[in-house]
């Protein structure tokens, strides 16, 4: 064992399946995620909109909106504390026995196996959060430098006054005057909110750092600024980081490793390197198909075809299927197999089957 | 995220089905159901009234030998202080409150609905005048307002018909005009403007049928103020007179004789209550059904 | 700020300007002759004559009107035609009963509308939710008057709790309050309720619960102020009604307010009283919105700078 694996992964969310279960549909949220971020790493999980992307960083928080959403099965640890574990047999045969076989609406398929209490202490102090909507993400009715130090005095024992010192110093510290605190968010621009949302979630230093879509809201040269300065404050923390995105650019900017995930599951991962230049799956090819190219100017964008699938459904074959241009019959009725073509670089899809993991689902 | 393509009206692609939709929707809701059902069967008892019931005897005439008389088998509401039969009485005045009711509201919403679309449409100083004759009819608490109105006019049905509209016609002048405002300028009515529609089709092709869904909800529980206000007219002695049983001059009656004869006041109060209940519940699944965003 | 107070200020006098004027209008339009109504059946021609010139009820209506405007400013709202007295003292003599009245009906309904609206929107589509918001249903439905009527049966006439009517003892204003304040205590409930469910959904809740903030410290801090904001708006159109209603509830209990004065009044055919009666409460009415308005400034920073 090196050095690496002995510290527990930053993150370690499998077959994660989270459910949003209507009055009369269900949506399938997140089909058997598996993600992975080691200690100090930055990880980009990468796909369309209605993928599961927030879906997935949500349920880290355990902040999954419930009702209506329910998370069916699967494990989520952060830095080696397990926060949902699946039922064990006679764990599953209890709620049986209490609710009966019927699909119980609040029926959870997985045990907390932390407190509330403790879901608290870790939110804001261990695992932060960044959300995708500055403009709505700050309460508008709260000065920035009370939002900043609520989440200081809530997690240390800090007077009032230190609290908001110390959020004036993380206003500075992402490029805001520390006069303005007192100002409302309304009286900040996109960019300037999303720094305040960057200084709150960092003002404990958290150990891991979930950032959904951080930059997709603001203009293009703002959003560069504030990658910048996430990246420095990162490395000066050695946070671990969750970066989810649907621009590729992006990810080759901060991240260290690449999940792409599709219709709820992950359908590549493996380090920057493995996923641009060893492209495996037909679907991270599509994603790279239709980006611009600079050194190119005469090759023309080749969109994926199609929609997202229908959330509502569950695929029994591979959900990209009807977009792809190599699927084939298999690929429509059965389950993609694994492969790993490295230790670390995998893909669940029908195209490797031949060279695919004897064992199956073998965990990334 | 609600309205994907700007360029067409919410709902524009499933045209069709929106009615059904809502119906459907509607048809869930038990509790707004319940409340229609109440109103059909209210209406119907209203309209067929005279099959069951001798106007004449049960509002007019009087029996003292069985004044007062508790509720009972043959009076199920029982009998007032001059021997009528108050379930008679209670179906005839049923007639009273809903006719009143819907013509005032009825009237107040043409009335109302023209001044909110010019008012919005137009804007500038038609709007202005519009919306400051609004302000002074609102600033006037609205029971005050029917108070005074009806007893300058004096207590007629007509009268209290006017009194009554007036009280609504600022609220629907100003929801119809937000209403319109808020998709005068949406994007699919500008386009519909960019290819050439003319005004008046644009007000019925793409502004009316988006505002109609605040106007049925309003509608509604308008009805179920106004009737309530009725009630309130006549028990205070301003709205409808004897012998006409009104509910709210049937209270008013009963109230003499409470101490013994609680039934008097209690039972056409519980009709009132009801009636409005299932405006309410009507109003609010409505309200629900149109925008299921807000449940 | 106070600019903006000065400047809402302002715009309430053409709009009072406008009330008297409707009033004063349709008040005229009442049938029958004002002198001969003072003077009774047995009253000849030139008697009437000679007091409708004394009163200026032979010049025209604008003319009138103009006198009118100009006592008023002067804080003076004529003399009631019935008992000769001056307006203003009558309705300042019951002014006092009416305030102590609505008063007591708001608060009695705000302190038990907002935890009820909020407690159902926390615990959404819950038993919780139901039964208060079954509760609010039946409250908004339930007319006033017959409410009071209900009241006095039960507390007053069959348990012997309350007075039935009167206005001497502190007991006496309970029932009226709770049956003026009921309806707008369900109406304020309802509007709580649906201002907190949708500013829960905002998305500055879900990040104040990723800084590790239990649900009552998310709720009170965060979605409170918030939510307020439509509220108040309703609270101020609702303290309107209970203006309004107070005449009912006046009436059923006998309380010595401006409520009762006016439907005295209204049916002596006493303008001058009718008028002043209406006035007062427009102002208050005004006042009272005027005040949430300013509430809405404390609430709201984005209102603040607005105004700056």
């Not at chain 1, 997709?216 to 969750?242: F, H």
């Not at chain 2, 360029?7 to 869930?28: I, N």
């Amino acid at each position: 064992m090196t050095e690496k694996e002995k510290t527990p992964p930053a993150l370690w969310i499998r077959d994660l399946s989270v459910e949003f279960r209507g009055r009369n549909s269900t949506v399938y949220a997140l089909s058997g995620l598996n993600l992975k971020i080691n200690k100090g790493e930055t990880l980009g999980l990468v796909g369309e909109t209605g993928a599961g992307k927030t879906t997935a960083g949500l349920s880290v928080l355990g902040l999954v909106a419930s009702p209506p959403g329910v998370i069916t099965g699967g494990s989520i640890s952060v830095a080696g504390k397990e926060i949902i574990a699946p039922l064990t047999g006679d764990e599953a045969e209890l709620v049986r026995k209490r609710w009966g076989e019927k699909k119980h609406r609040f029926d959870p398929g997985v045990k907390r196996c932390v407190s509330e209490e403790e879901m608290m202490e870790m939110r804001g102090r261990h695992v932060s959060m960044i959300f995708q909507d500055p403009m709505t993400s700050l309460n508008p009715v709260i000065t920035v430098e009370k939002q900043i130090s609520e989440v200081i005095s809530k997690h240390t024992d800090v007077s009032g006054s230190e609290a908001l010192r110390r959020a004036g110093d993380m206003l500075e510290l992402v490029g805001i005057p520390r006069s303005r605190g007192k100002e409302y968010p309304h009286q900040f621009s996109g960019g300037m909110k999303q720094r305040v949302v960057i200084a709150m979630a960092l003002a404990l230093s958290p150990e891991l750092l979930i950032a959904d879509e951080p930059t997709t809201a603001l203009d293009v040269t703002i959003q560069a600024q504030v990658l910048d300065m996430m990246k420095k404050l990162r490395d000066e923390n050695r946070t671990s980081m969750l970066m989810i995105t649907h621009d590729l650019g992006i990810v080759a900017d901060i991240c260290d490793r690449v999940s792409v995930i599709y219709a709820g599951r992950v359908v590549e991962h493996g380090t920057l390197s493995d996923v641009f230049d060893h492209t495996l799956h037909p679907y991270t090819k599509g994603l790279f198909a239709s980006l611009p190219d600079l050194e190119n100017r005469e090759t023309r964008l080749k969109p994926i075809r199609g929609l997202m699938p229908d959330p509502s459904i569950r695929y029994t074959g591979c959900p990209f299927a009807d977009r792809c241009d190599e699927a084939s019959e298999v690929c429509r009725k059965e389950a993609p197999p694994v492969y790993h073509r490295t230790e670390d670089h995998m893909t669940v899809c029908h195209l490797y089957r031949d060279k695919a993991d004897k064992k199956g689902m073998r965990e990334t | 995220m609600r309205n994907e393509n700007p360029q067409l009206p919410p709902g524009a692609e499933k045209k069709k089905s929106r009615f059904g939709d809502t119906w459907k929707r509607l048809a869930e809701n038990k509790a707004a159901m319940a409340g229609l059902f109440f109103l059909l069967f209210l209406i119907f008892m209203a309209l067929t009234a005279d099959l069951f019931f001798d106007y004449q005897k049960s509002c007019v005439d009087l029996n003292i030998a069985s004044r007062l008389q508790w509720p009972s088998a043959e009076h199920w509401f029982g009998t007032d202080e001059f021997g009528r039969d108050m379930f008679a009485r209670v179906v005839f005045g049923s007639r009273i409150s809903l006719s009143i009711g819907f013509a005032a509201v009825a009237f107040g919403l043409f009335i109302g609905g023209i001044m909110g679309a010019v008012s919005g449409y137009f804007g500038g100083a038609i709007d202005n005048i519009i919306m400051r004759l609004c302000d002074i009819f609102l600033a006037v608490p609205m029971m005050l307002m029917a108070i005074v109105i009806v007893a300058a006019l004096g207590t007629s049905i007509l009268n209290l018909v006017i009194a009554l509209a007036i009280s609504c016609v600022p609220i629907f002048a100003r929801i119809v005009r937000s209403a319109v405002l808020s998709v005068r300028d949406a994007e699919y009515v500008e386009a519909a403007r960019a290819i050439g529609g003319k005004t008046g089709h644009i007000i019925f092709r793409y502004i009316l049928p988006n505002c109609i869904g605040p106007i049925i909800v309003q509608t509604t529980l308008r009805i179920a103020a106004t009737i309530s206000n009725i009630a309130a007219l006549s028990f205070i002695g301003l709205g409808v007179q004897a012998p006409r049983p009104e509910w709210g001059a049937l209270l008013s009656g009963g109230r003499n004789f409470i101490r013994d004869s609680s039934y008097l006041a209690t039972i056409p109060g519980i009709c009132i209550m009801l009636t409005i209940l299932s405006l309410n519940l009507l109003g609010d699944g409505l309200r629900d059904a149109l925008d299921p965003r807000l449940r | 700020m106070a600019k903006y107070i000065i400047k809402r200020i302002l715009y309430l006098i053409p709009v009072l300007i406008g009330v008297t004027l409707l009033v004063f209008f349709i008040m005229h339009l009442a049938p029958g002759n004002v002198a001969q109504i003072i003077l009774g059946d047995n009253a000849t021609p030139d008697q009437i004559a000679q007091l409708e010139k004394e009163m200026g009820l032979d010049q025209p209506v604008i003319v009138q009107y103009f006198r009118y405007l100009t006592g008023l400013l002067h804080g003076n709202l004529g003399n009631s035609y019935t008992t000769g007295a001056s307006v203003t003292s009558e309705i300042m003599a019951r002014f006092p009963y009416t305030i102590r009245l609505t008063v007591v009906a708001a608060v009695f309904s705000v302190i038990l509308a907002l935890p009820l609206g909020i407690l159902a929107a926390v615990r959404q589509n819950t038993w919780v939710d139901s039964v208060s918001m079954i509760f609010s249903l039946i409250g908004v439905s339930m007319p006033i008057f017959w409410l009071a009527l209900m009241l006095i049966l039960i507390f007053a006439l069959k348990l012997g709790w309350f007075p039935v009517y009167g206005a001497d003892s502190f007991k006496s204003i309970i029932l009226p309050a709770v049956s003026l304040g009921f309806m707008n205590m369900a109406s304020i409930a309802r509007t709580t309720r649906s201002a907190m469910v949708e500013t829960i959904r905002q998305d500055y809740i879900r990040t104040a619960y990723s800084k590790g903030l239990s649900e009552r410290e998310v709720i009170m801090r965060h979605a409170f102020r918030n939510g307020m904001l439509p509220t108040i708006t309703v609270i101020g159109l609702e303290i309107g009604q209970m203006l309004g209603g107070s005449v009912l509830t006046e009436t059923v209990f006998a309380w010595p307010g401006v409520g009762r004065l006016m439907i005295q009044a209204i049916n002596g055919r006493d303008t001058p009283t009718v008028m002043g009666c209406i006035i007062l409460m427009t102002v208050c009415f005004a006042l009272v919105n005027l005040a949430v308005d300013l509430l809405y400034g404390v609430f709201d920073p984005r209102v603040r700078t607005m105004y700056r």
